[in-house]
C-alpha cells in the first residue's frame, strides 16, 4: 500500500518494511520515517508479558535478530484487556505468552450512547471498535431546534437537535411558501420578483416592474368607480379590496311579512318588526304563531278544534286524552288511552298503577304500592280468624255475618307482620296485664344511656361532639333513603380520644365502626345498614341538658337563721337546740328524697326492648 504521508493520513496500518527488513511497520499511516523494528534484540530487555529481564531467563542463549522467539516466564500475563469496567478493566489470565491475548472469558456491562440502557455481553464479542458502547431503540423526544418538531433519532446523543424538514409556512406575500428548512421565528421575505405592471383597480396609478411579490396597489386617491348595485353616491376611495363597503343611505324598506315599513340601511334587504307573523297556513284553519321570520312558515302544529264523532274530544286527529271511565276492578279511572273508537263498551284489560297504601294484620307496618299488586288474587289477604281475632282485641262483639260482610269488602293484600309488630303485641299485652294507661307501644329502643366519658367530651369540645352527631344523622337518614343495603361515611385522620367519641356514639345510632391506617394517619369509618341503623330517641345535648335541669331541681339550699343577742341563756339554747333538729330534719327529708330518686332510677322498664 503506498501512502502519501505528506499529503494526508489515510488512518490505515502503514505495513512499510522496517530497518530489520523482516517485518512491516504496524503503526497508523504516519509522516515521516518508520521507527525501528519493536522485536529488535537492543528494545526487547523483558519477557513477553514485561515482568521478567531476558538475562535471568536464558544468560547463555541471548538473542541475536529480530526473528529469534522472545522467552517466555512461568508468570500470569495480567496485560489490560479490552473488555470490563474503565476504572477496573479485565485482565489476562493466561501464562506468559507471545502475541495477542487470548479472548476473555467473562462478561462485560456495556450502555449505549446515550446513557439510557445497558446490556451483560460475553466479553469475546467485544471488539475494540465498538468500545463498549452500542446503540439502544430508545427514540428522543426533545424538540428540534425550530420547536415544531420532535427529534426521533435512535440513542441520540446530539446536543443541537438541528430539524432536517422543510418549513413550508406562508410567508408574508400570502401566496408561496417557505422553502428553507424548518426553522424558529419568521420566515424570510419571499424572493419572487413579477415583471409585469402593477395598477390600482381603476388605473390611474401604477409601479413600474420589477415588483416585490406581495407589494400592495398604489392608491390613486380618486373616488371608487367600481359598480356598488345602487344609485346612491360613492363616499369611500379606490381600494385593493376585492369588495367594496356596504352602502349605509337610510332606505324605507317593508319588513318580512310586510306588516309595516320603516328607514332601514341600503345594504339590509328586508328586517323583523317582532309582531305575529299572521300568515294563514296551509292548513287552511290556522294562522302563524311565529314572530315575523324570513322564508316560509313551518307546517301547523296546532291542535285542531273540531269536535270528533266517534267521541266528545275535540281533535280531529287520533284520539290522545286519558279515558275517564271506572274500572270493574278497582275504583280507580282506566287511564289508558281513549278507546272509544276501537272499544266502545268495555275498557281494555289492564293492570291499575295507581298507588295505594296497604297494612299488615296488625297495623303497624305500611308500606305504597301499586293498585294492581295490592289486588293481587295469589296475594295473601286478610283471613277470617285475623277479622275475628282484631274484633276481639278491641273488646267488641264478634258477629260472624258482618265479618263476613266485611271480608267481603276487604279487596287489598296484606303486609306479613315482623319481629317490631310481635315486640309490639308483647307491649300491649304487658301494658293490660301490669294495667298500664296511656302505654307507648313502639319497639324503638328507649331512650339512650349515654356515658360519662361521651357526656365529659360533650362538655370539653361541645362543637366537635355536635358535628360527630349531626354526621352521624345525617348518614342515617340517606341510608334508610337510599336504594343500597348500606353507606359508609369516612372520618379524616384524628387522635384517640376523637375516634373513641365516633366508636361510641355510632353504637347509639345502630351503626358499626372500625378504624383504619396507622397512626398518625388512623382514621374511622361508619357504616350504617338499611335495616339496622336509627336515630335516637334522645339526642346526646337534650339528655345533658335534662340532667342539668334535674340537678337544679334536687338542690336544696339551706337557709340562714338570725337571733336577737337581747335573750337569755335559756331562750338562746332552746333556739340553737331548735334550729339544730331543724337541719338535722331537712338534711333527713334530704337524704330520703335522694334515696327515692336513685330507687325510681333503678326501676325496670318494660318498654325498653331492643330487638336481635
Known amino acids: 500500500m503506498c501512502c502519501l504521508s505528506y499529503q494526508y493520513s489515510c488512518q490505515q496500518i502503514c505495513n512499510k518494511t522496517v530497518n530489520c527488513g523482516q517485518h512491516s511497520c504496524q503503526q497508523i499511516c504516519h509522516f515521516g520515517k518508520c521507527e525501528d523494528c519493536s522485536l529488535d534484540p537492543k528494545l526487547v530487555t523483558h519477557c513477553c508479558c514485561g515482568k521478567t529481564q531476558l538475562s535471568s531467563l536464558a544468560p547463555h542463549a541471548k538473542r541475536q535478530s529480530c526473528t529469534d522467539p522472545i522467552p517466555t516466564c512461568d508468570m500470569i500475563c495480567d496485560k489490560v484487556l479490552v473488555c470490563g469496567p474503565d476504572k477496573e478493566p479485565h485482565r489476562c489470565s493466561s501464562g506468559c505468552h507471545t502475541g495477542p491475548c487470548p479472548p476473555c472469558g467473562q462478561k462485560t456491562v456495556i450502555r449505549c450512547r446515550c446513557g439510557a440502557n445497558s446490556d451483560n455481553i460475553e466479553c469475546i464479542e467485544l471488539s475494540e471498535s465498538e468500545r463498549k458502547s452500542f446503540n439502544c431503540k430508545k427514540r428522543c423526544n426533545k424538540k428540534r431546534v425550530c420547536g415544531r418538531h420532535k427529534c426521533l433519532f435512535e440513542c441520540c446523543i446530539d446536543s443541537e437537535h438541528k430539524c432536517s424538514q422543510i418549513c413550508g409556512r406562508k410567508l408574508s406575500c400570502g401566496g408561496h411558501t417557505c422553502e428553507e428548512l424548518c426553522h424558529n421565528g419568521s420566515c424570510p421575505q419571499c424572493w419572487n420578483i413579477s415583471w409585469d405592471e402593477l395598477t390600482c383597480r381603476c388605473g390611474a396609478a401604477s409601479k413600474l416592474p420589477p415588483i416585490a411579490c406581495g407589494t400592495k396597489r398604489p392608491e390613486c386617491g380618486l373616488v371608487?368607480?367600481?359598480?356598488?348595485g345602487c344609485n346612491h353616491r360613492v363616499d369611500h376611495l379606490c381600494h385593493d379590496d376585492a369588495q367594496c363597503p356596504p352602502c349605509t343611505y337610510f332606505v324605507p324598506k317593508p319588513c318580512f311579512g310586510e306588516h309595516e315599513s320603516r328607514p332601514v340601511q341600503c345594504y339590509e334587504d328586508s328586517y323583523s318588526c317582532g309582531y305575529l307573523c299572521g300568515k294563514p297556513l296551509d292548513c287552511g284553519l290556522h294562522d302563524c304563531q311565529m314572530i315575523c321570520h324570513f322564508g316560509d312558515c313551518n307546517e301547523c302544529t296546532l291542535p285542531c278544534n273540531k269536535t270528533r264523532e266517534d267521541c266528545d274530544h275535540l281533535y280531529c286527529n287520533e284520539c290522545t286524552l286519558p279515558c275517564n271511565k271506572t274500572r270493574e276492578d278497582c275504583d280507580h279511572l282506566c287511564g289508558l288511552r281513549c278507546h272509544q273508537k276501537t272499544s266502545p263498551e268495555k275498557c281494555p284489560k289492564s293492570n291499575c298503577k295507581i298507588m295505594i297504601k296497604v297494612l299488615c294484620s296488625c297495623g303497624r307496618k305500611s308500606e305504597q304500592m301499586p293498585c294492581f299488586k295490592a289486588n293481587d288474587d295469589n296475594a295473601s289477604r286478610l283471613s277470617l280468624n285475623s277479622l275475628a281475632n282484631q274484633r276481639i282485641k278491641n273488646g267488641e262483639s264478634v258477629n260472624i255475618s258482618e265479618i263476613m260482610k266485611n271480608l267481603k269488602d276487604f279487596k287489598y293484600i296484606q303486609l306479613k307482620c315482623d319481629e317490631k309488630c310481635a315486640v309490639t303485641e308483647r307491649n300491649r299485652l304487658l301494658a293490660e296485664a301490669l294495667d298500664i294507661k296511656d302505654a307507648n307501644f313502639s319497639p324503638d329502643p328507649g331512650p339512650p344511656k349515654y356515658s360519662d366519658t361521651l357526656k365529659n367530651s360533650a362538655r370539653s369540645e361541645p362543637s366537635f361532639v355536635a358535628d360527630i352527631y349531626d354526621k352521624l344523622t345525617k348518614l342515617v337518614l340517606e341510608s334508610r333513603q337510599s336504594k343500597l343495603n348500606f353507606k359508609n361515611l369516612n372520618f379524616p385522620p384524628m387522635n384517640s380520644e376523637h375516634r373513641h367519641v365516633i366508636h361510641e356514639l355510632a353504637e347509639h345510632f345502630g351503626c358499626k365502626t372500625h378504624a383504619m391506617d396507622r397512626e398518625p394517619n388512623r382514621s374511622v369509618v361508619v357504616k350504617?345498614?338499611?335495616?339496622?341503623?336509627?336515630?335516637?330517641?334522645l339526642s346526646l345535648m337534650d339528655a345533658m341538658k335534662e340532667e342539668t335541669d334535674t340537678k337544679t331541681k334536687n338542690k336544696i339550699t339551706l337557709k340562714n337563721y338570725s337571733f336577737d343577742s337581747g335573750t337569755?341563756?335559756?331562750?338562746?339554747?332552746?333556739?340553737?337546740?331548735?334550729s339544730h333538729s331543724m337541719?338535722?330534719?331537712?338534711?333527713?327529708?334530704?337524704?330520703q328524697s335522694v334515696k327515692e330518686s336513685n330507687e325510681s332510677s333503678k326501676q325496670i322498664d318494660y318498654f325498653d326492648f331492643k330487638g336481635d
Open 583 to 591: 337541719i338535722r330534719n331537712i338534711t333527713a327529708d334530704t337524704n
Open 224 to 228: 371608487c368607480s367600481q359598480y356598488h
Open 568 to 578: 337569755n341563756e335559756s331562750n338562746s339554747k332552746l333556739t340553737v337546740n331548735t
Open 528 to 537: 350504617a345498614s338499611k335495616d339496622k341503623c336509627y336515630l335516637p330517641t
